[in-house]
């Protein structure tokens, strides 16, 4: 066992019979611990690699932790190791229990786009109109699945009001579609297998007996279906580690239960409670500030982090007259920081609540040719033709994937029109078939000309060829050829505006396709459908070296900052109605706002910045803006006020000048 982990953290590692609880501030060392134990486990424990699991919330967070205990083994003590989030962890539950759950191989995993679709679909059907109404259908439906509640409970629970019992009635109707289609969306992958776990006692114990050590990182994120989970996988063995921090609990929007730290103590009687408060990321001054802060909050465990690494620079408070005034001096300061410390781009963060902030701070920083990461941009999989692509695919898996289906049967275009699909849906609407099953039946002829049943019937059967091909060939040959065969390349290049945008489509499908064969390549064995679901549950194409962004100013959101650090942060807009939202004040959800700004102040590593304007634009008008209710909250000996009405030293002026020289002959040199 390294002798560099502190007590605390060794105490955790080494608690290996029952349950724990480890409650791990910033910055404490969280996923050292949990990579640590699962060494320890197999090193010392000789516990099998493969009965041991560890699941989080994020891809990258999921490869971060079995890189770190890779490192740890060697190849032969870290086979058949389960690392990976929730939800690919439900996929694989999913895959080997197909049968007793009703599926058949090759299901299609729904994402937003076609769960909305589908529900557009049935609301038509059902109300004759209301698609508007989908998103917020769909909002209900997926907090329903996260609480672990099915439609006859939602039914029921009700209590006459007309739109929950619309939305359960469609809820219900959802569900069976989404089955007729061989289907499940995303909030599936966890309450399916919970609920198989239930109903099937023999199937739990046959997964018990192969995870026989689970730990779960972030566990204040969890969701109530989430926890059953852990729950019924834990069993009366009681070989749990959860580790997680109720003070950066900022996901009870999207179902998150941060009381689920309070149930263990009931559902596990025996529970450890190992806290680690030492931090190894920021000054005592920037804690001081986070643990001022928080403290205002209600509590489920007590606990103050706490540093060795100096007390630090004072955090600096800026009163900016508006919020381009803003971007300008945060650009301004950032430029000089560089300048008299000699840092990098690289080290420095511009954090906000809300996305629209980003606007101005982009617009200045290009001016002063800054170079900039902009967080949370398109999806790589929200572009057209990766859309295109995932359908045909999803498609070759799964014929009976209606929404695949729609997507790809005219593109490119093979003279099948909308009249035709209508008809076609019609028909297999009264026959409770998918659409593609329908185009093989007899009775559809009576229902569309000769020619367009030809070639409904023709695209089918090119789709079954490359089905049987892939299935017993080389999916990623397979996936070549249908390229080739559609000219897809050519349909970009015909409906691109440019040569430039037809290129970058061109090259969204080839790092596609890249990615299909990288994967194929770790894993041999993996059919077409196994290589689909597993791309249907990346958040974005982790594209080579993503995380090597270069020397770039990181711009990003609160939420998006959870888990990262910086050693120089910028917390930008924090103003009540901002930080505080207004939605949290009419709400009263100050106290996930306050964990939100924690989790800002706990990114800076050496020096934070904290600017609020006095008047910004809303809805195309300007408004009175009133500093956030957290900067008064805030230790006033460790903050020291600049900007607006604060007398600007002489000597910061002179650098700030030749700061900005020293940037313009840089950008003249390039």
């Not at 109707?173 to 309450?191: C, G, S």
């Not at 069993?235 to 941060?258: C, K």
Request: proline content about 3%.
């Amino acid at each position: 066992m390294p002798d560099k982990l502190n007590p605390r953290q060794l105490a955790a590692v080494k608690h290996i019979n029952g349950p724990s609880l480890v409650l791990a501030g910033a910055g404490s060392g969280k996923t050292r611990v949990i990579t640590q134990k699962i060494a320890y486990l197999i090193q010392d424990c000789d516990i099998d690699a493969r009965n041991i699991a560890a699941v989080t919330f994020t891809n990258k967070a999921a490869r971060e932790m079995k890189n770190r205990v890779k490192k740890l083994l060697n190849k032969d003590q870290s086979k058949g190791l389960r690392v990976s989030t929730f939800h690919t962890l439900g996929l694989d539950i999913i895959r080997h229990e197909l049968k007793t759950l009703g599926y058949k191989p090759g299901f299609s995993i729904y994402d937003n786009t076609d769960s909305i679709a589908l529900l557009k679909e049935l609301m038509k059907k059902t109300f004759g109109d209301h698609d508007n109404q989908a998103e917020k259908t769909l909002w209900q439906i997926s907090n329903w699945k996260s609480a672990f509640i099915q439609p006859a409970q939602a039914l029921s629970e009700a209590n006459g009001d007309a739109l929950f019992t619309a939305a359960a009635s469609l809820y219900e109707q959802y569900n069976h579609h989404l089955k007729t289609y061989n289907a499940v969306d995303f909030d599936d992958l966890i309450m399916l297998p919970a609920l198989l776990f239930r109903e099937h006692p023999e199937v739990l114990e046959h997964w018990q007996n192969r995870i026989r050590h689970l730990l779960v990182d972030e566990y204040q994120d969890t969701n109530t279906a989430q926890y059953e989970l852990v729950k019924m996988l834990t069993g009366v063995r009681g070989n749990l580690t959860v580790v997680g921090d109720d003070d950066q609990s900022i996901y009870t929007w999207r179902g998150a239960q941060p009381e689920n730290m309070a149930l263990l103590k009931q559902d596990f009687p025996g529970l450890e409670i190992i806290k680690l408060e030492q931090n190894y990321r920021s000054t005592r001054r920037i804690l001081h500030a986070a643990n001022t802060l928080i403290a205002n909050n209600s509590h489920i465990f007590e606990k103050k982090l706490w540093s060795d690494l100096g007390h630090g620079d004072p955090i600096r408070v800026l009163r900016i007259a508006n919020e381009e005034a803003e971007a300008e001096q945060i650009v301004s300061e950032l430029l000089h920081h560089k300048f008299v410390n000699r840092s990098r781009f690289k080290d420095y963060a511009i954090l906000y609540r809300g996305n629209f902030q980003s606007r101005l701070f982009e617009r200045v920083l290009r001016e002063h040719d800054v170079p900039y990461y902009l967080s949370g941009g398109l999806s790589f999989f929200a572009y057209a033709e990766v859309k295109d692509i995932m359908a045909y695919l999803r498609l070759l898996a799964n014929p009976e994937d209606d929404n695949a289906f729609i997507r790809i049967i005219n593109t490119p275009r093979r003279e099948i029109g909308p009249s035709t699909l209508e008809k076609l849906s019609h028909y297999a609407g009264e026959r409770n078939s998918s659409l593609f099953n329908a185009c093989f039946e007899l009775g559809l002829t009576q229902h569309l000309p000769a020619r367009a049943s030809e070639r409904l019937k023709s695209f089918c059967d090119w789709i079954l060829a490359l089905a049987h091909k892939a299935e017993n060939d080389d999916p990623i040959e397979t996936i070549n050829l249908m390229l080739r065969e559609i000219d897809y390349d050519r349909w970009l290049i015909d409906n691109s505006k440019d040569e430039g945008q037809a290129n970058r489509r061109i090259e969204n499908i080839k790092e596609l396709t890249g990615w299909l064969k990288r994967m194929a390549k770790t894993s041999p064995d993996a059919g077409l459908g196994d290589l689909v679901a597993r791309l249907t549950l990346l958040d974005t194409l982790e594209r080579e070296n993503e995380d090597e962004r270069g020397d770039q100013v990181s711009l990003m959101t609160l939420h998006a900052a959870k888990g990262l650090e910086f050693p120089y942060v910028y917390l930008v807009g924090v103003e009540e109605e901002l930080l505080p939202h207004r939605n949290s004040i009419e709400t009263d959800n100050i106290e996930e706002e306050r964990r939100l700004a924690y989790v800002g102040i706990t990114r800076a590593q050496k020096n934070l910045t904290i600017s609020f304007a006095k008047k910004r634009k809303r809805y195309g008008e300007t408004s009175d803006c009133a500093p956030s209710r957290f900067i008064d909250e805030l230790p006033a000996d460790d903050l020291q006020w600049a900007g607006e009405g604060v007398e600007m030293d002489p000597e910061e002026r002179q650098q700030r000048g030749q700061a900005h020289l020293a940037n313009l002959r840089e950008m003249l040199a390039d």
